[in-house]
């Protein structure tokens, strides 16, 4: 049987082809992931009523290590969920801007309501499940309000 004289061309062009295709989609890939999903609702209960947020959700390490101050994005909120509760201060390391912390319960409960400025740390003083990390001016919150991701 003779071999066609193209048939290494054209294995040869097919090879190239199947490359560029597999680039191309490791491209595409790469760039859908860095663009953020949409930004989720964040129900507060407050005594004045109920009140919508448009906030993420932190629930790893690398998360955490980035609050609201500090991220790029326009949002309104940022709330921390842990695992277990702690009393860790909350830092405001590079903010751009003053945020309230509301320090929570399990439950979503809030425990303890405090100001922090940009470049100060605050102890609660408290354990706390979550951290609600609000604009300031934006939400008046108290202990005893509620907060439901």
């Known amino acids: ?41 964040v129900v507060v209960e407050t005594a004045h009523g109920q009140r919508v ?29 842990f695992p277990e509760a702690t009393d860790v201060p909350f830092s405001a390391q590079g903010y751009r801007f003053p945020v309230v912390l509301a320090f929570l319960d399990a439950k979503g409960r809030v425990l303890k309501v405090a100001r922090l400025e940009p470049g100060k740390t605050y102890a609660p003083g408290l354990a706390y ?12 919150l108290a202990p005893g309000d509620r907060v439901l991701p």
């Open 53 to 81: 947020l448009q906030a993420r959700l932190a629930r790893t390490p690398e998360a955490w290590s980035r609050g609201l101050g500090v991220r790029k994005e326009e949002l309104e909120a940022l709330l921390y969920l």
């Open 129 to 140: 499940r979550g951290v609600l990390e609000v604009r300031e001016g934006l939400l008046k």
């Open 1 to 41: 049987m003779e071999r066609n004289p193209f048939f290494p061309l054209v294995a040869f062009a097919l090879l190239i082809a199947l490359s560029v295709f597999s680039f191309m989609g490791y491209l595409l890939a790469a760039r859908r992931l860095q663009t953020p999903p949409p930004p989720q609702k």
